[in-house]
Structure formats: structure tokens, C-alpha cells
């Protein structure tokens, strides 16, 4: 691999760093994975997080100001549409769509009307997402015609991942943004970790990088939930306490204590 100072490890954040558990606000990025990055963060040329979070809960949840290390971190949220940095402290975060306007208030009669109520709803500003984890497991399966029906008629996107249907506006995928990275950075190599179908565009990107001669590694934070991503990875872990050994070997080879 070329060295680390040109090297982008770009990297997920539910269900890699952090695990995915019954309510998101409570989904705190795993020790080991922190303590790594902060490790890696003076070695590496860029650290980057792009998550379909919002930028503010992934800087909670993420503990990436509560010490030393991550001081150039970059941190993409929504698939991208927001983008904070840990060197200038500047954040971007586009208005709120009208069409997610319309959706919110329209949704409390839609799962009156859809039986729908076990749903938890989660206003993320740019998005909704409907969640069913530890609630009702197979209830977005059955809804899935009538949520897509319904993003149609507000014009949003649907972004599917594990026991959560998000509606968003379309444009900005994890791909895009990953590309948008690499173009700012220059990197002589990328590494890509993830785990849910909202990573496919990033790998799919990275896949055509390395036809393109870049040195790329990807990692698959595999579940019994969600394999879409196992038969594209380099690197094929179980889940966020694999992921953390990982990155603890990668912090060991890059920067030794």
C-alpha cells in the first residue's frame, strides 16, 4: 500500500464503528475503533466519516472532540449533504427540502391510516427515517409498496438499509461523496469500510477507482442482516467489534506505540 500519508480511510459509521442497537441515539461509537482512529488520525492523510446520520449526532455519538488525534477529521453526513471539519470547525448543511416538509406533515395520518403507529420516526432535518427495530422487524417489508408510493407523491428518494426505510431528496449518494473526497485529497490510496446498502455506491466508486489503477482496500462490517457488500470486499469482518481489532492491527502498522 502506498505510504500512509497519502492514504484516505474513509469509513461508515452505524453498524462499522458503532453498533447498530434498538434506539440511534444511543449507537456510541465502539472504544477500540475510537481510540485507533486516534491513533491513525496524525499518520494517515485523511480521515473521513460518511454516514446517512446528521453531522451533529454522528459528533456526538462519535466522541471525535473529546480528545487528541482527530484534529483534521472530516465528517460527511446524510450521504453527504452536510460536511463538517474538525480543522476549520466550519459546517455546511443545506435548507430543509420542501418535500420533506410535506412528508412530515403528512405522516402522522399516513401511519394512522397504515396501522403503522409501532413505527419510530426520525426527523433528521434533510430526511426521515421510519425505524422498526426491536419494535416490529417485518412491518417496513409489508409497507414497502405504500412507503414507496408515498415518497412518489412528495418526490423523495427512498434509501433502504437495516430495519429502517430513510426518505430523503435525491442527489447525493455515499459514492458521490466519496468521490468528492478523493478529489479534494489526492490520495495514492483508499480504504473503504461500511456495511448496509447505502454504502454500494461508495464500493462501486472505489471498484472503479482501482480499474482506474488506485490502490484501494474494501471492508465489509458484515451481519446476518444485510450481505449485499461481502461478495465486493477485500476484507470481510464481523461486525463493529471485528471492525475495531481491525483498525487496532491497521493503527498497530501504521503507527506503533
Do not use: N
Not at 456526538?60 to 487528541?68: A, K, M, N, T, V
Not at 430526511?127 to 409497507?143: M, N, S
Not at 447505502?198 to 462501486?204: K, Q, S, T, V, Y
Request: aromatic content about 4%; charged content about 25%.
Amino acid at each position: 500500500m502506498t505510504d500512509p500519508g497519502r492514504t484516505l480511510l474513509a469509513l461508515d459509521f452505524d453498524g462499522t464503528l458503532a453498533p447498530i442497537v434498538e434506539d440511534p441515539a444511543s449507537a456510541y461509537i465502539h472504544p477500540e475503533s475510537l481510540a485507533a482512529l486516534r491513533r491513525l488520525g496524525p499518520i494517515l492523510g485523511t480521515i473521513a466519516i460518511i454516514t446517512g446520520r446528521p453531522v451533529d449526532q454522528v459528533r456526538r455519538l462519535g466522541r471525535f472532540e473529546e480528545g487528541d488525534g482527530l484534529e483534521h477529521l472530516v465528517v460527511c453526513g446524510q450521504y453527504g449533504a452536510e460536511r463538517w471539519d474538525a480543522a476549520t470547525g466550519e459546517l455546511t448543511r443545506p435548507s430543509r427540502p420542501e418535500a420533506v416538509s410535506q412528508l412530515a406533515a403528512r405522516l402522522p395520518q399516513w401511519m394512522r391510516e397504515h396501522d403503522a403507529s409501532r413505527i419510530r420516526v426520525e426527523d433528521k432535518g434533510l430526511a426521515i427515517a421510519l425505524h422498526t427495530r426491536g419494535v416490529a422487524p417485518g412491518l417496513l417489508d409489508e409497507l414497502a409498496p405504500q412507503i414507496e408510493a408515498l415518497a412518489t407523491e412528495v418526490g423523495l428518494h427512498l434509501e433502504p438499509g437495516r430495519q429502517v426505510i430513510e426518505l430523503r431528496a435525491s442527489g447525493t449518494d455515499k459514492g458521490q461523496t466519496l468521490r468528492g473526497i478523493i478529489g479534494r485529497v489526492s490520495p495514492g490510496a483508499v480504504i473503504y469500510a461500511g456495511d448496509d446498502l447505502g454504502d454500494l455506491p461508495a464500493f462501486r466508486e472505489a471498484i472503479a477507482l482501482r480499474e482506474q489503477g488506485m490502490d484501494v482496500t474494501l471492508v465489509c462490517s458484515a451481519s446476518e442482516e444485510q450481505d449485499a457488500l461481502v461478495a465486493l470486499a477485500d476484507v470481510v469482518l464481523d461486525g463493529p467489534d471485528d471492525v475495531a481489532a481491525w483498525l487496532g492491527d491497521l493503527a498497530d502498522r501504521f503507527a506503533p506505540v
